[in-house]
């Protein structure tokens, strides 16, 4: 794939690589497959969107992954996962053959936040012995959806999700449903977890980002559930 060196794969799902300088020091900055955006690799970015047209804009930051011969992860809802591959399907893809290639991996939500967290750094670190050097993920949190994780616990995870894109080769998009999702969700979940958000049309760094340690010290103290 010739992006760069591959890093050393991690000792463990999403804990301290073996290596000691994390795998994205080198600061390279990619094309986000949205508008003309590059951003830097280990960014988590929150996608907001409306319309059918916009979630469907979204899906190009996968596309150009796949025709860079990078490593691409669809997470989340079945719903979610399925529009993702019917958008890629239009476009001319073959998920079912991507996936069987390793070149797509297709991850479903846990009902336990933690577990789902690990799951995402095994696939990642999976993805680096195979030889990737490059992972974009492209997610759809099933924010409220049984059998997905409480409220509380899904904005832990969101707030981790940041610091696990810092230590692998890696680009992480988060889908904000901003017309279904309610205010405290986009306010907590979007705003405070994600350090970049996207909306229309550019790349914006986020000034209302919380860093995950004051976030989670707040997020203890909250009595909702």
Same mark, same amino acid.
């Given at each position: 794939m010739g992006l760069a060196p591959r890093p050393e794969p991690f000792a463990e799902s999403v804990r301290t690589p073996r290596t000691s300088t994390p795998v994205c020091a080198a600061n390279?900055?990619?094309?986000?497959?949205?508008?003309?955006?590059?951003?830097?690799?280990g960014a988590h970015i929150a996608y907001f969107w409306e319309t059918p +047209?916009?979630?469907?804009?979204?899906?190009?930051?996968?596309?150009?992954?796949?025709?860079? +011969?990078?490593? *691409?992860?669809?997470?989340?809802?079945?719903?979610?996962?399925?529009?993702? *591959?019917?958008?890629?399907?239009?476009r001319g893809y073959d998920c079912a053959?991507?996936?069987?290639?390793?070149?797509?991996?297709?991850?479903?939500g846990q009902t336990n936040a933690t577990q789902m967290l690990s799951t995402i750094g095994q696939v990642f670190t999976e993805a680096l012995e195979r030889g990737a050097t490059l992972i974009r993920l492209l997610g759809n949190i099933g924010w409220g959806y049984r059998g997905w994780p409480a409220e509380k616990h899904l904005l832990e995870f969101e707030a981790r999700v940041t610091g696990v894109a810092r230590q692998?080769?890696?680009?992480?998009? *988060?889908?904000?449903?901003?017309?279904?999702?309610?205010?405290?969700?986009?306010?907590?979940?979007?705003?405070?977890?994600?350090?970049?958000?996207?909306?229309?049309?550019?790349?914006?760094?986020?000034?209302?980002y919380v860093e995950v340690d004051e976030f989670l010290?707040?997020?203890?103290?909250?009595?909702?559930p």
């Open positions: 390279r900055t990619i094309p986000l497959g949205l508008r003309d955006e590059y951003v830097a690799v +047209g916009e979630f469907s804009d979204a899906v190009r930051f996968l596309q150009v992954g796949l025709a860079r +011969g990078e490593v *691409c992860v669809i997470f989340g809802h079945t719903e979610g996962n399925r529009r993702v *591959c019917e958008s890629l399907a239009e053959y991507l996936v069987s290639q390793g070149e797509l991996v297709i991850v479903p692998f080769p890696c680009v992480v998009v *988060c889908m904000y449903d901003i017309g279904a999702l309610s205010g405290r969700v986009i306010l907590h979940g979007a705003f405070e977890t994600h350090p970049l958000t996207f909306f229309r049309n550019i790349v914006r760094v986020n000034s209302q010290s707040g997020l203890r103290g909250d009595a909702a």
